[in-house]
């Protein structure tokens, strides 16, 4: 299994309050990914990571912020969480090579009371 | 955007008896890759298979193989000789060749259940 550690696994929050979930790496990969999975939606990208602090937007980042202070650390930000946000969340990594396939971590279960 | 759509929810299969999985995109790409994953019941996403699009060979993994037919833009996935640990969620996942855009688009996913 690749080197992918989310933390938490499961948090359950009322709205209106700041969450992080952590993803940590151990493989020095260089690109890291934020995913949420919803029923009848797959998985959509939230943000994406290139590198210490360079990340970008995805499909769905409304309400969401990242940042990467160090290689193996990508954290994920509900500023204020809202019901709409109780999803599954998965952190993928890839190897710095181009076009290699995501490697995803075990999934943090999020719900917005 | 590209689209990938998987049209069959859900799927029963017996043991041992082989299963094919659809997907179909839409995408003006000419360079791309394709990748199936699967996601059992533990929640892991896990990488079932990868095809370039550049190549003709439709790849192979052990029992996992797939037919890609890239004019058409469909991108099935073959599970032979099925076995039980196969019972997951498969999804289709696409992804552009193109520098700083490696993100992956997935389908809705199957839900495949293997009966003993």
């Known amino acids: 299994d690749a080197g992918i550690t989310q933390s938490p696994r499961h948090k359950v929050t009322e709205t209106g309050t700041p969450v992080t979930l952590r993803c940590h790496q151990t493989e020095n990969h260089r690109y890291m990914y934020w995913y949420r999975q919803d029923p009848g939606h797959g998985l959509r990208l939230i943000h994406y990571?290139?590198?210490?602090?360079?990340?970008d937007k995805g499909e769905v980042s409304d309400g969401y912020s990242v940042s990467r202070s160090k290689t193996e650390d990508f954290l994920l930000t509900l500023e204020s969480a809202t019901s709409s946000q109780t999803s599954v969340y998965f952190c993928?990594?890839?190897?710095?090579?181009?076009?290699?396939?995501?490697?995803f971590g075990d999934g943090t279960r999020l719900s917005i009371l | 955007a590209q689209k990938i759509t998987q049209t069959q929810p859900g799927m029963f299969v017996q043991e041992k008896e082989a299963v094919t999985l659809d997907c179909t995109y839409d995408t003006s790409e000419n360079n791309y890759y394709l990748f199936w994953y699967k996601q059992p019941p533990s929640r892991q996403m896990i990488l079932v298979i990868r095809?370039?699009?550049?190549?003709?060979q439709n790849a192979t993994e052990n029992r996992f193989s797939v037919n890609f037919q890239k004019a058409a833009k469909s991108f099935s996935l073959k599970i032979s000789d099925s076995q039980l640990g196969d019972t997951a969620m498969y999804f289709c996942?696409?992804?552009?060749?193109?520098?700083?855009?490696?993100?992956?688009?997935f389908g809705t996913g199957t839900r495949l259940t293997i009966i003993p």
């Open positions: 990571s290139y590198g210490v602090k360079d990340t």
């Open positions: 095809q370039e699009a550049y190549k003709q």
């Open positions: 996942a696409f992804m552009k060749q193109e520098v700083r855009n490696e993100k992956l688009t």
């Open positions: 993928a990594i890839s190897e710095s090579d181009r076009y290699q396939p995501q490697h």
